[in-house]
């Protein structure tokens, strides 16, 4: 009885599930029992609602070429560490896969034969587990090289996963080991504490996936593989909140693509890169974009090292995408490797482009630990990009980089004392609509070195100025532009741009700046100081502009606060060692001739520009507050003639451009720079034989103490009435002879003076004077030897001599000389010249003479010499020729000599000689006087009136009538304290109330 009742219970439990391992016996005499034993299923079989549920106890495998199908409802239970091994195919609905008592079992294994396997709308629970536990745990088993611990793993097959839940696995939830998996629209819950929803094994596998769901313990997202990425594919959504999990760097290899779908998130941590090398096409769309982010709940700058765009990727688009949390330190070993060592260095960036051009349309690169973007030799198309919170440049370009930014914002970056963005000298970038704010440092840095090709140098934004922190250099053979509205600053006073190539620097209609970074009145507080820090003279060195500067155009350009000493060791040296010497200068040109006009040079330490030769162009441009001891514009040597017109100095500093004494070879002119804008003639100035040197009308001429003007080639001085030629003393104090004089050689013959003044000459200069010729030393102004030059309608006045000559046939016409402390003319040595309808007058220092000849035949007609203490005197051999002069007043009228037979001997009424106007008044017995026939070669007079302005010529220089024009000795400021210009009538050195008489009487 207790047999058959035993008997009934087996029967009873065998019948109420199916045991799919067991085995059983049933030996005569004793209840039947079982054995357990792994099953194969040899031929396709169906479990079904009805047949279950289905006990597996051991190990159950369908082999390959067999389909098991598990119909809807059906049920099938696992007891702790067995699992199920489709080597064929499974094809699953609806069913439910679970554990068969309190432990996990281990899941579900798909081989390489089971393409055509699905689960559709099932459930798999409590799988996962880790098998048996001897020498370690097994999981499933091991496969491809290693154990597998996954409630289903998929190897190298494409089976069908949708609508399935897969909950309470003690491991992962999916393994997928190559193939090409449908996965879609599953539920992952409560995985494996450090376990993943889905987990890649290994590269070049590409699931299907979609509209995947995970929630509770575990990682809810896909653990993608690092490691070298062959073959295309696309990583495809999983589903929302379903993230790739990277578990070491990847690198996206040559030739092949890597797309990622809109919505794909990935997820790195620690020394973790994406590195391609081949093409990345990451496409995210509004509202679903693709984000590379930290995988750490409360991410932070750094949490990974970024993305790597190789020398291959230049045709990757990252489109809507989101870089966040990156540009991580990397390995930290003697040193942090960032993304890893490139071209010298190792790269620390969000975004590392290598020699590439790819596209960056409308992404976000935030929370950089480092740089935001990197390109080296790169040209990427950067389009609506945002980068923001970087801690160290937004974006850095070097190498010849020249990406194309536009529509784009920098904010925030640089809080570790970084610019919002950087390059070297070699690379540009293509800025349109780019907007900066809230960076620690408010511009784009230029970092130094070599402009080696043709480069623009663009406005980003009105508060964005390029900031130039190391030397920059223009090669030769580039060509450097430089877009309206653009500042540049420069922190450090040992930095400049050096120009040896073409700079066009064209600042119309908005100027361009280069000042000082603590310049705060141009593109705003780049240092972000506030007012902590304020612009100095000299805060950086200028810009140099070498041989190969000829065709630079520097027009509408503001240059503040350069000109400084530059480095000091030993003594300071500005422009160290250009040709033999050290220079100070804003700006410095080197044997070029660039145009510079329109500009403005201020706040110089030193001075405005330098010049070694060349011809610039030089006009209408304004110079103020140059150095104590500045000038705003200096010829570092001979042979230099820049053309000049409209220039204004203005400020501290000497107002005047300063003259190198020595020896000019080549031909050329001075022009007149601008208004009360002087030369300094600092030492002697020799001219070569067969050179000619031209002075433009309006030119001021200040020389200094015992300095002279040497010709043996031509002198051609041709200033206009309204716009005389002006020599005279650079003392402001001077009212008498200073400098030595000019000094015209035999090779002079033509050289002319006309519409000069010629003041203060003919020093003792320590008893040398102008120089020792044919037997004494000469003190005058001018000095003619053995040549025959044309002086016309000039002053010559307040010296030792005015003219002398020696075997001369000089043409001296219309002029006015005096003030003279010797003689106002002295011809010597055989001298013939012409001197016709001037004016010597009021020459009475030192008993001085008019004029006196020794051994000489000069023809005198029309002249006026008067108030003198001796009127004309004759020593030695020759013959004077007189005709229609007037002789008067003076101590002895006429010595060595009789008056001539028209001469005449009254006084000719000047308008005030003592005061040094020798017009004549209306009562003047000189009006209509002299004799006719003189013209040519008299054609005009001091004033520039046509002669004979009435019925016969006038005696002496002026043609009575109205003054075309009112004459001033004097043009031009000195410096700040000196002279105060045209309205020092009476050459005292200040503006009174005589200067005004004077004015009235020469209106009236």
């Known amino acids: 009885m207790v047999a058959f009742t035993l ?593 403005t040079i201020t706040n110089s330490r030193t001075n405005g520009i330098e010049i070694w030769r060349g011809n610039p162009t030089l006009q209408g441009t304004r110079f103020h507050n140059m150095g104590n001891d500045g000038y705003p514009l200096v010829y570092s040597t001979t042979d230099t003639y820049p053309r000049m017109a409209g220039n204004v100095t203005s400020g501290t500093g000497y107002h005047a451009i300063l003259v190198p004494q020595g020896r000019w070879r080549t031909s050329g002119s001075w022009n007149k720079p601008g208004e009360s804008f002087p030369y300094l003639i600092s030492g002697n100035v020799s001219v070569a034989t067969d050179v000619v040197l031209t002075i433009s009308a309006g030119t001021i001429l200040r020389v200094a103490n015992g300095v002279g003007f040497y010709f043996n080639g031509t002198l051609v001085a041709d200033g206009t009435a309204r716009e005389p030629i002006v020599f005279a003393s650079a003392d402001p104090t001077a009212v008498s002879e200073k400098w030595s004089g000019i000094y015209l050689g035999p090779q002079a013959g033509g050289s002319l003076l006309h519409f000069c003044s010629i003041l203060h000459a003919g020093s003792w200069n320590w008893w040398t004077g102008l120089g020792n010729y044919h037997g004494s030393v000469r003190y005058t102004s001018l000095y003619f030897d053995n040549c025959s030059p044309m002086v016309a309608c000039c002053t010559i006045g307040k010296t030792a001599s005015g003219i002398e000559m020696y075997n001369s046939g000089a043409l001296i016409l219309s002029s006015v000389i005096f003030d003279s402390a010797g003689k106002g003319i002295l011809c010597e040595g055989g001298s013939t010249p012409s001197i016709l309808n001037n004016t010597v007058a009021e020459n009475t220092r030192n008993g001085a003479t008019g004029i006196a000849t020794v051994n000489s035949s000069p023809i005198l007609t029309n002249n006026i010499v008067a108030f003198n203490g001796t009127g004309i005197s004759q020593t030695g051999s020759g013959t004077i020729a007189l005709a229609n002069n007037c002789v008067y007043g003076n101590g002895t009228n006429h010595a060595g000599l009789a008056p001539g037979a028209t001469d005449l001997s009254e006084d000719p009424l000047f308008t005030g000689s003592a005061e040094g106007d020798f017009h004549l008044t209306s009562k003047s017995p000189c009006i209509n006087a002299g004799q006719d026939g003189m013209t040519p070669p008299v054609t005009e007079d001091r004033d520039g009136k046509a002669r004979p302005l009435g019925n016969h010529a006038d005696i002496g220089a002026y043609e009575y009538g109205e003054s075309e024009t009112t004459v001033f000795e004097f043009g031009g400021a000195w410096c700040a304290t000196g002279w105060h210009g045209l309205l020092d009538l009476n050459l005292n050195g200040e503006v009174d109330v005589e200067d005004l008489i004077l004015l009235l009487r020469r209106w009236k």
Not at 49 to 65: I, R
Not at 123 to 137: D, F, L, S
Not at 183 to 202: C, R, T
Not at 565 to 591: I, Q, T
């Open 7 to 599: 008997l009934l219970f087996f029967l009873g439990t065998a019948w109420s599930q199916t045991y799919v391992n067991r085995v059983w016996h049933y030996p005569p005499g004793e209840p039947p029992y079982y054995t357990i034993e792994d099953k194969t299923y040899a031929s396709s079989i169906a479990w079904t609602a009805a047949g279950g549920p289905y006990v597996c106890e051991a190990h159950v495998t369908v082999a390959s070429g067999v389909l098991l199908t598990v119909e809807s409802g059906a049920l099938v239970e696992f007891v702790e560490g067995m699992g199920l091994y489709i080597e064929g195919d499974i094809q699953a609905t609806g069913a439910t896969f679970t554990r068969a008592g309190e432990r996990y079992w281990r899941g579900i294994y798909l081989s390489p034969n089971s393409n055509a396997s699905s689960l559709v709308g099932c459930t798999i629970r409590h799988a996962g587990g880790v098998g048996y536990c001897y020498n370690g745990c097994s999981g499933l088993g091991t496969y491809n090289g290693d154990k597998r611990f996954t409630s289903i793993y998929i190897d190298a097959c494409s089976p069908v996963i949708t609508g399935c839940v897969i909950e309470e696995s003690w491991s992962n939830g999916i393994e997928v080991w190559r193939g090409g998996a449908t996965i879609e629209n599953n539920q992952f819950h409560n995985l494996g504490a450090d376990s993943y929803a889905l987990v890649v094994d290994v590269t070049d596998t590409y699931p299907q996936l979609a509209g995947n769901i995970a929630s509770g313990t575990g990682f809810h997202g896909v653990s993608a593989p690092p490691g070298r990425w062959m073959s295309s594919g696309t990583w495809r959504k999983p589903g929302a909140s379903f993230p790739y999990f990277l578990r070491g760097s990847m690198a996206v290899e040559s030739g092949a693509t890597l797309t990622l779908a809109p919505g794909v998130e990935v997820r790195a941590e620690g020394n973790i890169g994406v590195y391609v090398r081949g093409t990345l096409q990451a496409l995210g769309s509004p509202g679903n974009p693709v984000v590379f982010t930290s995988r750490k709940t409360s991410p932070s700058q750094g949490d990974w090292n970024g993305i790597y765009l190789g020398p291959g990727a230049g045709g990757s688009v990252l489109s809507q995408c989101k870089i966040l949390y990156a540009g991580g330190l990397g390995v930290c070993y003697y040193g942090c490797r960032g993304l890893g060592f490139y071209h010298g260095a190792d790269r620390f960036a969000a975004v590392y482009i290598d020699g590439s051009a790819p596209q960056l349309l409308q992404c976000e690169i935030h929370h950089s630990y480092s740089n935001g973007i990197e390109a080296y030799g790169a040209n990427p198309a950067l389009i609506g990009i945002s980068i923001q919170d970087c801690r160290e440049n937004g974006l850095r370009m070097e190498a010849d980089s020249h990406p194309t930014i536009s529509n784009s914002a920098l904010m925030s970056n640089g809080s570790a004392g970084y610019y919002a963005a950087t390059q070297d000298a070699s690379s540009t970038a293509e800025p349109n609509s780019v907007t900066f704010g809230g960076n620690t440092l408010e511009g784009v840095e230029i970092r130094g070195g070599r402009i080696p090709a043709p480069s623009i140098w663009r406005k980003w934004a009105p508060n964005a100025p390029y900031v130039m922190t190391g030397n920059t250099t223009l090669d030769p053979s580039a060509v450097l532009a430089i877009d309206p509205g653009v500042a540049v600053k420069t922190p450090d006073s040992t930095v400049g741009l050096y120009c040896h190539g073409v700079v066009i620097a064209d600042g119309t209609p908005e100027p361009i700046v280069f000042t000082s970074l603590a310049d705060d009145t141009v593109a705003g507080d780049t240092n972000g100081d506030g007012n902590a820090t304020q612009p100095m003279r000299g805060d950086w060195l200028g810009i140099f502009m070498g041989p190969g500067a000829d065709g630079s155009v520097l027009n509408q350009v503001d240059v503040r606060y350069a000109g400084s000493y530059g480095r000091c060791y030993y003594g300071c040296h500005g422009w160290e060692n250009v040709h033999g010497a050290d220079r100070f200068a804003a700006l410095y040109v080197d044997s070029a001739s660039p145009s510079i006009t329109h500009c």
